[in-house]
């Protein structure tokens, strides 16, 4: 088996991991705004109002499992989340990037919006570039504008999985357009 072929399996395992557990809580579709994870497990934007915070939560957990793993199998130059002390300002180090993955972000509490600014800082004081790959793009504008005065370079989107494409040579916006197509042929 090719590496390519391993990372299409592993992927597809973590993502068989949560579709399991989101099978429960899946309802028919509605008309709303949705993503290539949410098509993928079929999630639709009414289930995710019941529960925004789960959803949000679970489904940040797998882009960044779904991240980091990709650039694990690829990136000759990975390293797992950095610490100090206490604080984890980023998810994966590929190179001199210090990468944190989100899903969207809507939290504009002072709390959230400092730690944003503060990350970065140090982040650059450790010889990093701090990178923040998010998923959605209906973000609350106040937190991106945060993390981009704090010294974070965003993509949000389209430009995330180019971003990934061009770092790691892995299409994963192709793999999750077949994932959800297969949903869709399953269901």
């Given at each position: 088996?090719?590496?390519?072929?391993?990372?299409?399996?592993?992927?597809?395992e973590i993502l068989s991991q949560y579709q399991?557990?989101?099978?429960?809580?899946?309802?028919?579709?509605?008309?709303?705004?949705?993503?290539?994870?949410?098509?993928?497990?079929?999630?639709?934007?009414?289930?995710?109002?019941?529960?925004?915070?789960?959803?949000?939560?679970?489904?940040?957990?797998?882009?960044?499992?779904?991240?980091?793993?990709?650039?694990?199998?690829?990136?000759?130059?990975?390293?797992?989340?950095?610490?100090?002390?206490s604080d984890e300002p980023c998810d994966l180090?590929?190179?001199?990037?210090?990468?944190?993955?989100?899903?969207?972000?809507?939290?504009?509490?002072?709390?959230?919006?400092?730690?944003?600014?503060?990350?970065?800082?140090?982040?650059?004081?450790n010889g990093y570039e701090p990178v923040l790959?998010?998923?959605?793009?209906?973000?609350?504008?106040?937190?991106?504008?945060?993390?981009?005065?704090?010294?974070?370079?965003?993509?949000?989107?389209?430009?995330?999985?180019?971003?990934?494409?061009?770092?790691?040579?892995?299409?994963?916006?192709?793999?999750?357009?077949?994932?959800?197509?297969?949903?869709?042929?399953?269901?």
């Amino acid at each position: 088996m090719s590496e390519n072929e391993n990372l299409v399996k592993t992927l597809g395992e973590i993502l068989s991991q949560y579709q399991t557990s989101f099978t429960d809580k899946i309802f028919d579709e509605a008309k709303n705004e949705t993503d290539l994870l949410m098509e993928v497990f079929g999630i639709t934007p009414e289930l995710k109002r019941t529960n925004r915070q789960y959803w949000g939560r679970e489904l940040g957990m797998c882009w960044q499992r779904l991240i980091v793993e990709v650039c694990k199998k690829t990136c000759q130059d990975f390293g797992p989340a950095l610490r100090f002390g206490s604080d984890e300002p980023c998810d994966l180090i590929v190179g001199n990037q210090a990468i944190d993955t989100k899903y969207r972000i809507g939290s504009g509490d002072s709390g959230t919006l400092k730690k944003f600014k503060a990350s970065a800082p140090l982040l650059r004081k450790n010889g990093y570039e701090p990178v923040l790959l998010i998923v959605r793009e209906d973000n609350l504008q106040a937190a991106i504008t945060a993390c981009k005065t704090g010294g974070w370079t965003v993509f949000t989107g389209d430009m995330t999985y180019g971003f990934i494409k061009e770092l790691t040579g892995f299409e994963i916006k192709a793999f999750l357009q077949a994932k959800a197509l297969e949903y869709k042929v399953l269901r």
